[in-house]
């Protein structure tokens, strides 16, 4: 193991806790790696709290701080108190069997530490954390992506930045990877909020490997006639059996076009054409009158299918939901989401082969707590996050609500970025619910913008302090990547060609 310095030695261990007195000078941070050499094998902690003192009484430190007495020799001490998360001994890591020794001694983390805690992964999302250093990478692997993840963090803490590093890695490794992404606040393709502005559009495959529906462009129709009473439940959470019932009897009656039909003939004749009840047949039909023309014309035609081509051939979707009303918001979400995830779920059952080269999704769902409050109807993102891992489906909550999120989901989400969060209620959930968390509530409320602490199970099992990477920095590296794109001619070649016709040009009017 490299010598740099030590920083300490260890004064006491009593199980996972270490405390050690820190050298005069050192600096340290909260949520820091340590490593603590002993005999056969090394430790790795983490900083959970601090203390500075003396070995002076209180009286005596107030009357030589007044300067009526001088006391002395004394000394001035920090004690650092450090949580045990894994140990390695010959060459093998695994977590704490053991602790450490007294006057065992203490290193910061190096770039050493960081290759051994194998904190980098295929999917990049920053830099581990070490007092004012940034050290090596860290990132998630691609098979985190089905066991669900969860971003966390209050408003300005960096959610938004994190989505767009993640996703962007997702368009980068496609078609092995491809993502479904939800933006309710319409920031993601260019960037609003992220200074300076860079969105996905800046991505150098964003014109082969990622489309863009919007409801400005017309282009995020769902048509009546590809809504069948079945979706009727994606449509209208709060939809009762005697509705559903007409519903199906209406379809039956008039075909594809029954939403259409029915309305019309309501409209001309104040009945369905259907014995019903009356008050089943005005539920029904004040549900089928709330889908607004613009994203519900009467045609055949939906965006779905577009989306669920794109994600099968490793084509991120970008669906931005910005300006819609909340529920109209909540039903594109659902019937795209649930449609495509289905898919998935058709596949592995029915021709698993073809399952085989599906890219892995990942959809990212931003106001995630709408969609998996317990206090809610069920939506089919519980069901994604409970059941969808082994067809290679996951979810990425991205909330800043995390004590919203039913309790049973929660537990699924196995990689989470946990960013700034001020609110003791939601700080609490986090920590008494994640593995290795239970010591970092006051960490989390201190983290800045763009720092955050990251746990990818079962490959980071413990809560890696990291800064994720600023997306405008990401693009600039990658600008400088090859990407195997066709190169444009050059300007100065062009401008030689230009030329070359200009001249031709003036030779033919002579
Ligand atoms: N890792 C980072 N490094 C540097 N600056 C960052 C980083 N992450 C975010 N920022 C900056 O902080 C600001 C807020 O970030 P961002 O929009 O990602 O926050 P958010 O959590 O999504 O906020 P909201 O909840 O309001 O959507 C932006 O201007 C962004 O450029
Ligand atoms: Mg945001």
């Known amino acids: ?206 014109h082969s490997r990622v489309q863009y529906y919007s409801a400005k462009d017309g282009k995020m129709a769902v048509g009546l006639r590809t809504l069948t009473p079945a979706k009727l439940d994606t449509l209208f959470p709060d939809i009762q059996p005697p509705q559903k019932r007409l519903a199906w009897a209406l379809y039956r009656q008039f075909g594809a076009d029954w939403i259409e039909r029915t309305r019309d003939t309501y409209r001309a004749e104040g009945t369905v054409g259907v014995r019903a009840q009356k008050v089943v047949v ?66 592995w059952e029915e021709n698993y082969e073809e399952w085989q080269k599906l890219p892995t999704l990942l959809i990212t769902l931003e106001e995630a707590h709408e969609f998996l409050d317990p206090n809610k109807p069920k939506t089919i993102f519980s069901d994604i996050a409970l059941t969808y891992r082994k067809y290679r489906v996951g979810i990425n909550a991205v909330t800043p609500r995390p004590s919203r999120i039913n309790f049973d989901v929660f537990a699924e989400l196995w990689t989470k970025v946990i960013m700034k969060t001020e609110l003791k209620k939601d ?12 010591y970092s509530e006051t960490e989390i409320k201190m983290l800045d913008v763009g720092e955050a602490l990251l746990i990818s199970e079962p490959k980071i099992k413990f809560a890696v302090p990291i800064k994720v990477t600023h997306y405008p920095e990401y693009l600039e590296a990658h600008d400088k990547v090859d990407y195997g794109l066709p190169s444009s001619s050059n300007l100065t070649e062009m401008d030689g060609r230009i030329k070359r016709l200009n001249e031709q040009d003036k030779i033919s009017l002579e």
């Open 1 to 206: 193991m490299t010598n740099t310095n030590s920083i300490g030695f260890v004064c006491g261990a009593k199980g996972d806790s270490v405390s050690f007195l820190a050298n005069k000078d050192v600096s340290l941070s909260f949520g820091q790696i340590v490593r603590i050499d002993s005999a056969e094998r090394n430790f790795y902690a983490r900083v959970v709290n601090s203390e500075s003192s003396s070995t002076l009484e209180t009286i005596e430190q107030l009357r030589e701080a007044e300067g009526k007495e001088a006391f002395g020799p004394y000394s001035s001490f920090r004690s650092v108190n450090a949580v045990l998360f894994l140990e390695k001994k010959a060459g093998k890591l695994r977590s704490p069997t053991f602790n450490p020794n007294y006057r065992d001694k203490v290193y910061a983390a190096s770039e050493e530490d960081c290759s051994i805690l194998k904190l980098s992964g295929e999917l990049e999302v920053g830099r581990l954390r070490s007092e004012d250093q940034l050290l090596g990478t860290v990132g998630i692997n691609i098979d985190a992506i089905p066991r669900m993840m969860g971003m966390f963090g209050m408003t300005g803490s960096g959610k938004t930045n994190t989505e767009l590093i993640l996703n962007a890695q997702i368009i980068d490794n496609s078609p092995r990877t491809v993502a479904l992404i939800y933006d309710f606040a319409g920031q993601l393709l260019e960037g609003k909020e992220i200074k300076p502005q860079r969105g996905l559009k800046d991505h150098p495959l964003f």
């Open 282 to 347: 005005e539920a029904l039909l004040q549900k089928l009158s709330s889908l607004p023309h613009d994203l519900f014309p009467a045609s055949n035609y939906t965006f779905v299918e577009s989306a669920l081509q794109n994600v099968c051939n490793g084509v991120t979707c970008l669906i931005d939901i910005s300006g819609l009303r909340s529920e109209d918001q909540n039903r594109i979400v659902c019937l795209s989401a649930s449609a495509i995830a289905e898919h998935y779920k058709r596949m």
């Open 427 to 438: 700080r609490v959930y986090l920590t008494e619910n994640t593995p290795y968390m239970e």
